[in-house]
C-alpha cells in the first residue's frame, strides 16, 4: 500500500482545509485508516480513523467537533475535513493504514505511512 497526502497550506485561524490520502496497491477498504500530526519534538498525535468499512470513525479529543474523516472506496482516498482550525493545529499530517489495530490511536499499530504535508495557521 503506497500512500499519498495532499491539500496542506496557510490558513488563517478559524478557517478550514481538507487534505486527502490517496492510496495505491490495494483498496483501502480493507484497511484501518488514521490520520496523525506531528510537531518537532513532539510524539506522532492521533487525529482520527475511519474504520475499513467505513462504518465507524473516531477523533482525538482536541480535534472532536471540528474534524471529520471520511472515505471514498471509488477513488481509494481518504480525507481529513479540518474546521475551525487553531494555530495549535499547525503540524505535518499523515494519514496511515494497518489491515488491523487494536487500538485505532497508536501510531505503532499501523504499517503504512504518507509521506506528509505540512498544515500551518496563522493567528
Known amino acids: 500500500v503506497q500512500l499519498v497526502e495532499s491539500g496542506g497550506g496557510s490558513v488563517q485561524a478559524g478557517g478550514s482545509l481538507r487534505l486527502s490520502c490517496a492510496a495505491s496497491?490495494?483498496?483501502?477498504?480493507?484497511?484501518?485508516m488514521g490520520w496523525f500530526r506531528q510537531t518537532p519534538g513532539k510524539e506522532r498525535e492521533f487525529v482520527g480513523g475511519i474504520s475499513w468499512s467505513g462504518a465507524s470513525t473516531y477523533y482525538g479529543d482536541s480535534v472532536k467537533g471540528r474534524f471529520s474523516v471520511s472515505g471514498d472506496n471509488a477513488k481509494n482516498t481518504v480525507y481529513l475535513q479540518m474546521n475551525s482550525l487553531k494555530p495549535e493545529d499547525a503540524a505535518v499530517y499523515y494519514c496511515?493504514?494497518?489491515?488491523?489495530?487494536?487500538?485505532?490511536?497508536?501510531?505503532?499499530?499501523?504499517?503504512?505511512w504518507g509521506q506528509g504535508t505540512q498544515v500551518t495557521v496563522s493567528s
Open positions: 496511515a493504514a494497518a489491515f488491523m489495530v487494536t487500538t485505532m490511536s497508536k501510531a505503532g499499530e499501523y504499517r503504512y
Open positions: 496497491g490495494r483498496s483501502f477498504s480493507r484497511y484501518i
